[in-house]
């Protein structure tokens, strides 16, 4: 099991332009969750995806943010119009089922940078 | 609301001496409670979660509902494990994870 990938590893964008991050969770997990670190602080929920079901997104933005979990392919975070201060490394997490714990495992991250 | 406190960003310790990661929680029902390490560079691993009260590299910790804590514990520490320790506090099964704001623990020789 190659574990949750996620890509890019890095990622640099001018300001106004699209950020779109993947997230393929590990085999036989439906249940994604993007986080947010930003510079020196600690990680911030974002949103919970199943397959082509957004089960919570209380911690998106409520603006230029939006995320999928598509029936096939990975999970997208999609940041449109970025601005500096979305740089920051973005999490994935996956988990195998709902049931019993909230245990989750994570990718390298994506980090994104804004000029 | 769910709150994760770890008190100290940085703590540094030498070689061979015991060390404790301090982490409160705050949670109105059943908490389920990790450690989770991440070593330069590296994504974040899962160290220790309250319900399978297990030792991982040495290092234990309890949970206490009186006193809201899930302190992290190592009798002596070693200098491979310097790295960034962040608490996660999960509520509903399934949901969210509420991380603390890690503590970057540094063992010097």
């Known amino acids: 099991n190659a574990g949750v990938m996620q890509n890019p590893r890095h990622l640099v964008r001018r300001r106004g332009q699209e950020a779109r991050l993947r997230c393929s969770p590990m085999k036989g997990h439906s249940h994604v969750y993007w986080y947010r670190q930003l510079p020196e602080e600690g990680l911030k929920f974002m949103v919970y995806l199943q397959k082509e079901n957004i089960i919570d997104e209380s911690g998106m933005p409520k603006e230029r943010f939006s995320a999928e979990f598509p029936k096939e392919g990975p999970s997208i975070l999609r940041i449109q119009q970025v601005v500096r201060g979305d740089s920051a490394a973005y999490f994935c997490?996956?988990?195998?089922?709902?049931?019993?714990?909230?245990?989750?495992?994570f990718g390298p991250g994506t980090r994104l940078t804004v000029l | 609301a769910q709150r994760v406190t770890q008190p100290e960003k940085l703590l540094s310790v030498f070689k061979g001496a015991p060390v404790e990661l301090k982490c409160n929680y705050s949670y109105s029902g059943s908490p389920e409670l990790f450690w989770y390490v991440q070593y330069s560079r590296q994504r974040l691993q899962l160290l220790l979660r309250h319900i399978s009260r297990e030792s991982i590299k040495g290092f234990t910790a309890d949970l206490n509902k009186g006193e809201t804590s899930f302190h992290l514990k190592k009798p002596f520490a070693q200098e491979e494990d310097s790295a960034m320790y962040y608490c996660?506090?999960?509520?509903?099964?399934?949901?969210?994870?509420?991380f603390g704001e890690g503590t970057q623990l540094t063992v010097n020789p």
């Open positions: 996660a506090l999960g509520g509903t099964s399934g949901s969210r994870l509420t």
């Open positions: 997490a996956s988990s195998p089922r709902t049931q019993g714990t909230n245990e989750q495992f």
